[in-house]
């Protein structure tokens, strides 16, 4: 690496010379990178060099790591609506790819005290309770988790959601009168990382969503991504007070101590409602 300055420190040498050679398009997305082994015996520096590099590499979305299978470089990183209610299936076909879902668990449960705390239900309550692995192209993009409250949708434990997503179901069921949307930077559960197939150590996105038909809480759900392989974002108008037309002001208040009870990352207590969503 005698072409960097020697002031650099090695670890920042070795990720100047993975992103020249991703900038230069000598290695084009998809592309996998040089394992750390080969990339010690390259450059001449410590496995513990490389692997920081890789690391700050993965952490700032510029590679990707998959466990057992190596490192690539990352594509450009799908975008889901961040204040909007959309489909995942429609979003990943809109890009041209293809949408499959695995269900990992569909059920009924009562609710413990501290989990209906953490999510906003009520204690006690017997919720359809369903996980669900999204993939694009076979790649993981999206766990879903949802409680469900059977008053509203009687039918959601009978749904077959190999042919119809939980969005569409519950869209398509009831219209949502409010919506509230938090989000959070996770470092997810050893379970959660194994079905999104992410690194260890690598933070995920979380989304907490409750949504609202009339005066009942009808849905909880939160849903997470992987921090290296997806964003979130959105597009819209302001009025002529500078405000977004239909919103509510976000909650200051976020349940910091509901963080660490869920699954895969957060369950709040507060946030952002939107009506008519």
């Given at each position: 690496?005698?072409?960097?300055?020697?002031?650099?420190?090695?670890?920042?040498?070795?990720?100047?010379?993975?992103?020249?050679?991703?900038?230069?398009?000598?290695?084009?997305?998809?592309?996998?990178?040089?394992?750390?082994?080969?990339?010690?015996?390259?450059?001449?520096?410590?496995?513990?060099?490389?692997?920081?590099?890789?690391?700050?590499?993965?952490?700032?979305?510029?590679?990707?790591?998959?466990?057992?299978?190596?490192?690539?470089?990352?594509?450009?990183?799908?975008?889901?609506?961040?204040?909007?209610?959309?489909?995942?299936?429609?979003?990943?076909?809109?890009?041209?790819?293809?949408?499959?879902?695995?269900?990992?668990?569909?059920?009924?449960?009562?609710?413990?005290?501290?989990?209906?705390?953490?999510?906003?239900?009520?204690?006690?309550?017997?919720?359809?309770?369903?996980?669900?692995?999204?993939?694009?192209?076979?790649?993981?993009?999206?766990?879903?988790?949802?409680?469900?409250?059977?008053?509203?949708?009687?039918?959601?434990?009978?749904?077959?959601?190999?042919?119809?997503?939980?969005?569409?179901?519950?869209?398509?069921?009831?219209?949502?009168?409010?919506?509230?949307?938090?989000?959070?930077?996770?470092?997810?559960?050893?379970?959660?990382?194994?079905?999104?197939?992410?690194?260890?150590?690598?933070?995920?996105?979380?989304?907490?969503?409750?949504?609202w038909a009339g005066d009942t809480l009808a849905t909880?759900?939160?849903?997470?991504?992987?921090?290296s392989g997806y964003a979130l974002g959105s597009r819209?108008?302001?009025?002529?007070?500078?405000?977004?037309?239909?919103?509510?002001?976000?909650?200051?208040?976020?349940?910091?101590?509901?963080?660490?009870?869920?699954?895969?990352?957060?369950?709040?207590?507060?946030?952002?409602?939107?009506?008519?969503?």
């Amino acid at each position: 690496m005698n072409e960097y300055d020697d002031t650099m420190p090695a670890y920042e040498q070795v990720k100047r010379f993975i992103t020249d050679h991703i900038q230069s398009g000598k290695w084009e997305a998809g592309r996998r990178v040089p394992s750390e082994i080969e990339l010690v015996e390259q450059l001449g520096v410590s496995k513990m060099t490389v692997n920081r590099a890789m690391r700050e590499l993965t952490a700032a979305g510029i590679i990707v790591r998959r466990q057992g299978v190596g490192s690539f470089v990352s594509k450009t990183k799908p975008q889901s609506a961040l204040l909007e209610m959309r489909d995942i299936a429609e979003e990943i076909e809109a890009r041209g790819n293809r949408h499959s879902a695995e269900m990992k668990v569909l059920e009924t449960i009562t609710l413990e005290k501290s989990d209906a705390e953490a999510i906003g239900m009520r204690a006690g309550l017997r919720v359809f309770h369903s996980l669900i692995v999204h993939r694009e192209n076979d790649t993981p993009v999206q766990l879903e988790e949802r409680w469900i409250d059977p008053a509203v949708f009687p039918n959601y434990i009978s749904v077959d959601f190999s042919k119809v997503t939980p969005y569409r179901y519950l869209r398509g069921s009831v219209e949502a009168t409010e919506i509230e949307h938090i989000i959070h930077a996770i470092l997810p559960n050893p379970q959660a990382r194994e079905l999104l197939e992410v690194p260890d150590g690598e933070p995920c996105l979380l989304l907490f969503r409750r949504t609202w038909a009339g005066d009942t809480l009808a849905t909880s759900s939160q849903f997470l991504f992987p921090g290296s392989g997806y964003a979130l974002g959105s597009r819209y108008r302001l009025d002529s007070l500078g405000q977004r037309p239909n919103s509510l002001p976000l909650s200051s208040r976020v349940a910091d101590d509901a963080a660490s009870q869920a699954f895969s990352g957060p369950r709040p207590t507060g946030g952002k409602k939107r009506r008519g969503a």
